[in-house]
């Protein structure tokens, strides 16, 4: 696997770069029933400017969970404090599944700072892994993929305040995507967005719908992000303080997500001053350490038929025999598909080391008993006398 390298997958859509000096954002096209995403650039090479308006935050989102150890103290440099430093490698499978078009979109960079031209210095190892999946079309997931990393590279804070900048870049993805909205109808659509993000020994992930990540940490299963369903009881609560309802599982009836970006067009969701509908998504970091062997990122498509300590442990003994994550995506994909998932698959397998996760031993009891024949033959002459 390659030390740098940067996938943007699009599905069957082609994607060419072009100048643009009217400060509109990239706007997927739509020939022929196929998406051609154009990336449009500013005549300096620089992405255009985007609208920047006060973002609103509803008071009953959740507060970011971080751990212990803040990423500052991580990027400092102090080794006392960051002992482990992952050898990353990962690899992505995608497949249509049993619908008729392809929604997805993924993202799988292991030098983020190299594969997207940033002067920022840093000697740390420095990621970003996404999942996008779509709803309602694709313009929505491409165009995420899209901007999300740049806005995240581009704000000033980074990567001293990676928390706030990446719950920004978020915000900033959606109303740029409803600005763009309303240059094209046709682009109308919704996504639900899960990124990955490895700084030095941290990992920080967020999340805005029903994808997942898990960790699997010494072969245990670590939840690193919450399925935003409406029916969740402190979504439910947020949906209700913001205007909307729940009804038979979906977010006033229209859709059965709590977090999204996008869905601009779909009456009562989102305004200006927020609503039902969030694009905000729930961060959850980790510092990582020699007992953290893989993550695994997927759509909803994977965990419909994958408990989360079930994903790990069948990616554990693939990645044990093969030690490829790209074979382990595919193989997390093919046994979906065995599953009978109804929903486009993507996956995304980061490991953080060089050598196969470790085979466990179970840890033997000090002191050791066995049963004697004589003892199993009384014991048999008892269970006979209760028969009898």
């Known amino acids: ?47 255009p400017s985007l609208c920047t308006k006060s973002l609103v935050r509803h008071s009953s989102l959740v507060k970011i969970r971080s751990s212990d150890i803040s990423i500052g103290t991580i990027l400092s440099g102090d080794d006392s404090v960051a002992e482990f430093m992952p050898l990353l490698r990962s690899g992505a499978w995608t497949d249509i599944g049993s619908r008729s078009s392809m929604e997805d979109v993924y993202i799988c960079t292991d030098n983020l700072m190299h594969d997207y031209g940033s002067n920022i210095s840093n000697h740390k190892p420095t990621a970003f892994y996404g999942v996008f999946d779509g709803h309602g079309g694709k313009h929505a997931a491409d165009f995420a993929c899209y901007h999300l990393p740049r806005f995240i590279l581009e704000d000033g804070n980074f990567p001293q305040e990676i928390e706030s900048v990446i719950s920004t870049a978020f915000l900033q993805t959606d109303t740029a995507f409803a600005e763009a909205c309303s240059l094209d109808a046709d682009l109308a659509s919704g996504t639900t967005a899960l990124t990955a993000l ?167 009891g000090r002191v050791q008993r066995s049963v004697s024949a004589e003892g199993l033959k009384e014991l048999q002459s008892f269970l006979d006398d209760l028969a009898s």
């Open 1 to 47: 696997m390659e030390g740098s390298r940067v996938i943007i997958d699009n599905g069957d859509a082609g994607r060419e770069n072009c100048s643009s000096g009217d400060g509109r954002p990239p706007i997927p096209n739509s020939l022929g029933g196929r998406t051609v995403y154009r990336h449009c650039l500013n005549s300096d090479g620089a992405p």
């Open 198 to 364: 490895v700084i030095g020994s941290s990992l920080v992930v967020a999340n805005a719908g029903d994808c997942r990540a898990v960790l699997c940490r010494g072969g245990k299963a670590i939840e690193m992000s919450r399925d935003h369903k409406p029916l969740c009881l402190r979504e439910r609560r947020r949906i209700e303080a913001s205007g909307g309802y729940v009804y038979d599982g979906y977010l006033n009836g229209q859709i059965n997500v709590a977090r999204a970006l996008g869905d601009w067009h779909m009456e009562g969701l989102k305004g200006q001053d927020g609503g039902p509908l969030t694009a905000e998504p729930e961060l959850m970091s980790t510092r990582l350490t020699k007992e953290d062997e893989f993550l695994i990122i997927g759509c909803d498509g994977l965990w419909d038929v994958f408990m989360s300590q079930n994903a790990v442990d069948f990616a554990r003994r693939r990645l044990q025999e093969h030690n490829d994550p790209i074979r382990c995506s595919k193989d997390l994909v093919d046994e979906a598909l065995k599953r009978k998932s109804g929903d486009n698959l993507s996956v995304v397998v980061v490991c953080f080391q060089t050598e196969p996760p470790p085979r466990l031993v179970a840890p033997r």
